[in-house]
């Protein structure tokens, strides 16, 4: 069966320090999510592409983080400076489209920054 | 505007009863509702939604969870817990013309031998 890959899956880092997720979503989807997800509550949004455009990053707070699908297939997710609220578990998640279309998960990329 | 209240943060119940997670959710617009099972070190899997069919939706492992216009509730049962169904659940809410989720706080379950 056809799984939503993410790596790492474990990062520590300092603050300050710049750090990077990648995803790889089912293949042949067009959608890509990526979320946040704190400890104790539930996921949350951060950006939307549909192929290697952005449709939604209302909750990305640009000025540290950064989302890129150069070839609308792959995802890097970036943090520079990483700051200690910013730990937390950084889930990718994929669609064959948008609308109604099921997402899937990965097991997602846990953050903690010292 | 969207948003999913879980009424209760943590559920323990002994193997072999009923489990019952309640859901509360608002929404401008039809909403499609879903809820998500979280298991530790693993990806959040679908166990049901709900998209304006039947009101009673069964999903996988004996789940089921029935939408109530006039409560605005979702709520998720299964008739006999099972040692496996410890996890942490999400209820969901999306517009029905985006796909635009949002989560609610969670609910973990416990189940006791």
């Known amino acids: 069966e056809a799984e939503v890959a993410q790596s790492p899956r474990y990062k520590i880092t300092e603050k300050s320090q710049a750090v990077a997720f990648w995803c790889d979503p089912i293949?042949?989807?067009?959608?890509l999510y990526w979320y946040r997800q704190i400890l104790g509550q539930g996921p949350e949004l951060l950006v939307q592409f549909q192929d290697e455009s952005v449709v939604d990053d209302s909750q990305l707070p640009k000025d540290r983080f950064s989302a890129e699908r150069l070839k609308g297939v792959d995802s890097t997710l970036k943090i520079q400076p990483a700051e200690l609220g910013d730990s937390a578990m950084y889930l990718c998640a994929s669609s064959f489209a948008g609308g109604a279309y099921e997402q899937y998960f990965g097991p997602g990329t846990r953050l903690t920054v010292t | 505007a969207q948003s999913v209240t879980q009424l209760d943060s943590h559920v323990s119940v002994s193997e072999g009863t009923p489990v019952l997670l309640r859901c509360n959710y608002s929404?401008?617009?039809?909403?499609?509702l879903f809820w998500y099972v979280q298991h530790p070190n693993k990806g959040l899997q679908l166990l049901l939604k709900?998209?304006?069919?039947?009101?009673l939706v069964k999903g996988i492992n004996g789940f089921e969870a029935e939408f109530k216009k006039s409560e605005t509730s979702f709520h998720l049962t299964k008739p006999s817990a099972h040692m496996s169904d410890a996890a942490e659940y999400f209820c969901v809410v999306s517009q029905a013309a985006g796909n635009k989720l949002t989560f609610g706080g969670g609910t973990r379950v416990l189940v006791k031998p």
């Open positions: 293949s042949g989807h067009a959608t």
């Open positions: 929404s401008s617009y039809s909403p499609s």
């Open positions: 709900y998209t304006s069919a039947a009101t």
